[in-house]
């Protein structure tokens, strides 16, 4: 058999040729052939004579002999099969998970020798023994394992708890995505990273680590992105809120230029500053791999800024990029700008409370310009005023991939929301509008008025808390008799008052796209409750609308119920702070009877006592579609609440039962 099977390797691994690794045999081959062709030559020799003239010869002690000499021979060359089939071992391990030849399992015994098993043989007992050690580690440890999904979350009460579930763990499988609290405290003796750098070198299988604790260590990072360079399937590394500094972003930034795994890495809310930014600036320029990464809030300045900008201008992988809560400037934006110019990966830049003032909007606008890949651009809360956003405007007219903007809690004003109406006239792209907190006042919103009668692209548009009053959503309200695009509307503390809501009834009646409404702590009154309840009977497209905070009591509350035992599409009713007593409650409590669309119905900060509290118990009995109800924050006693808990109790579908009374 040594002599026909070519080589000692192949006797002992075999079927390799089928994991295409006959390279790495052939370097192994002739240093095995060249040591003991000899020995094996002389040994066939030998006992040549026994096998073929075995007639008077002690046939028992030749073949004990014969035993004992190959396995001395084997004793004898296991020296120098170890090295090559230890590198032949790590190759395997990198590139077939399940360590699998042919149709065989490879595995060590107890006293370190090799054995290969029939794979069905080693699911039924070995894999089977380590996956029931697995799942009874999670069960101790109050944590969850769902199979399907390859999810896990549990938490860690003690380094012994912890050491004992991740060696469970580096012998499973099926677990993609591990979410693990360590919930004990620690010295650097004691360091909690190094618990999870074992697993991490380990673990074959894992592809998301969330991981958290107040209390790692300083060397966390470090001693992590060590551990990230020899697991070959991490992809997800979630370091957030874990004190990283910028020693520990340098340590990652250096697996980084080797990985080639790691697709999504976050590190918001640390402390890594300009150092560690331009750390991991350096990495990117060589990474090929990394495509999310989140820095917010780490203390970046426009030095950090400025390195980001170099690496852009290379990177070819990256697409998502959050700087949220720094301190780039306009000077950091100007240089991010720059790589946005020929950058062509990066789709979401997200620059949330950066400072960067009419200047950094400027400079990006100009890069809007030119560049033809971004489609998501955050600059809420960024000190623009209606300079930056005469600016932006002018680049909307001609980017053509932009989708989302947002410009929430600036100081555009009216003078800034009319330059962007003029862009929205002929930008074909932009589908998400956030204006939230500019104080654009009723002259901008009649202006974005005029623009929906037009645009055909823009889905979302957020003017929440701007002042427009009466006019402005009376403006808006003509548009959308016409605009076939806008699906979501919020118009919340707007003081609006009834007229407007009269207005936008008219509206309701006529449109075809409107699928939420978002009008709470308007003033409308019950007034402005019947008439939007006037359009829910004719409206056929509204699936959610916001009614909080506006004061519309039990009469608004009596004429919604009409319109709802009639209406099929509304899934989503708010009608949280409204004044509603029980006659109110008792009047939805009869259109729920009828009713068989409305989803979530919520009535908290009200008046309902038991009496309401019972007739909506009543109508819980037989609705069966109300998955969600709250009435938190009522009057309601403990005649109510047991009403109500009988009721949620029968409910035949445990999917209709999230009831929240307190």
């Known amino acids: 058999m040594i002599k026909t099977g070519a080589n000692v390797a192949g006797v002992i691994v075999p079927a390799l040729a089928s994991l ?9 081959q002739s240093y095995i052939d060249s040591v003991t062709s000899k020995v094996i030559d002389g040994y066939l020799e030998e006992n040549r004579r026994v096998v073929q003239n075995p007639d008077g010869i002690d046939v028992d002690g030749n073949a004990k002999a014969l035993e004992d000499d190959l396995d001395s021979y084997l004793a004898g060359v296991e020296g120098l099969e170890g090295v090559d089939l230890r590198q032949l071992g790590s190759f ?26 029939c794979i069905d043989h080693y699911r039924s007992t070995y894999r089977k023994n380590h996956q029931e050690a697995f799942e009874h580690a999670v069960q101790v440890n109050g944590g969850s394992y769902e199979p399907q999904l390859g999810q896990v979350v549990i938490k860690l009460g003690s380094k012994i708890r912890a050491k004992e579930f991740f060696n469970a763990l580096a012998k499973a499988r099926g677990v993609d995505d591990l979410d693990v609290t360590f919930d004990w405290e620690c010295t650097r003796s004691d360091l909690k990273a190094k618990i999870l750098a074992e697993m991490l070198k380990t673990n074959l299988t894992l592809t998301t680590l969330h991981s958290y604790s107040d209390s790692i260590g300083s060397n966390r990072a470090q001693v992590l992105s060590e551990a990230r360079e020899t697991n070959s399937t991490l992809t997800n590394l979630d370091l957030a809120f874990h004190k990283v500094g910028s020693n520990e972003a340098q340590a990652l930034s250096e697996a980084l230029k080797t990985n080639s795994t790691l697709t999504k890495l976050n590190l918001r809310f640390n402390n890594i500053g ?36 170099e690496a852009l201008k290379t990177n070819s992988t990256l697409t998502n990029l959050r700087l949220g809560r720094s301190n ?73 991939t932009l989708t989302n903007l947002s410009l929430s809690g600036n100081k555009i004003g009216d003078s800034g929301a009319q330059a962007l109406s003029e862009a929205l006239k002929t930008n074909s792209t932009l589908t998400k509008l956030n204006l939230h907190f500019n104080n654009i006042g009723s002259n901008g919103a009649e202006a974005l008025s005029e623009a929906l009668k037009t645009n055909s692209t823009l889905t979302n548009l957020k003017l929440d808390e ?52 978002r009008v709470g702590f308007n003033g409308i009154g019950d007034n402005g409750a ?38 099929s599409t509304l899934t989503d009713l708010n009608l949280e702070f409204n004044n509603i007593g029980n006659n109110g409650a008792q009047a939805l409590s009869e259109a729920l009877k009828a009713n068989l669309v409305l989803i979530n119905l ?36 403990d005649d109510g609440n047991r009403a109500l808990y009988e009721a949620y109790n029968k409910r035949r579908d445990p999917r209709q039962r999230n009831l929240d009374t307190f």
């Open 274 to 309: 300009d150092d560690g930014v331009q750390a991991l600036s350096e990495a990117l320029k060589i990474n090929s791999t990394l495509t999310d990464l989140d820095l917010e809030r780490n203390k970046i300045g426009d030095g950090g800024a400025q390195a980001l900008s």
């Open 530 to 567: 019947q008439a939007l309840s006037e359009a829910l009977k004719a409206n056929s497209t509204l699936v959610d609308l916001d009614l909080g905070g506006n004061k519309i009591g039990n009469n608004g509350a009596q004429v919604l119920s009409e319109a709802l035992k009639t209406n």
């Open 602 to 637: 919520n009535l908290e900060f009200n008046r309902i006592g038991d009496n309401g509290a019972q007739a909506l118990s009543e109508a819980l009995k037989t609705n069966s579609a109300l998955a969600d109800l709250k009435l938190g924050n009522n009057s309601i006693g």
């Open 466 to 517: 701007n002042n427009i009053g009466s006019n402005g959503a009376q403006a808006l309200s003509e548009a959308l008799k016409t605009n076939l695009a806008l699906t979501n509307l919020d118009l919340v503390e707007n003081n609006i008052g009834s007229d407007a809501a009269q207005a936008l009834s008219e509206a309701l009646k006529a449109n075809l796209a409107l699928i939420n409404l």
């Open 92 to 117: 395997l391990t990198a590139s077939d998970s399940d360590n699998l030849l042919g149709n065989l399992y490879r595995m060590m015994t107890d006293k370190g020798h090799v054995k290969w098993v």
């Open 328 to 400: 780039i400037g306009g000077d950091g934006a100007q240089a991010l700008s720059e790589a946005l110019r020929s950058n062509s990966t990066l789709t979401t830049l997200y620059l949330q409370l950066s400072k960067i003032g009419d200047n950094g909007a400027l400079a990006l606008s100009e890069a809007l310009k030119i560049n033809s890949t971004m489609t998501d651009l955050d600059l809420c809360k960024n000190k623009i005023g209606d300079n930056g956003a005469q600016a932006l405007s002018k680049a909307l007219k001609t980017n053509s």
């Open 20 to 28: 295409k690794v006959v390279d790495i045999l052939d370097s192994t």
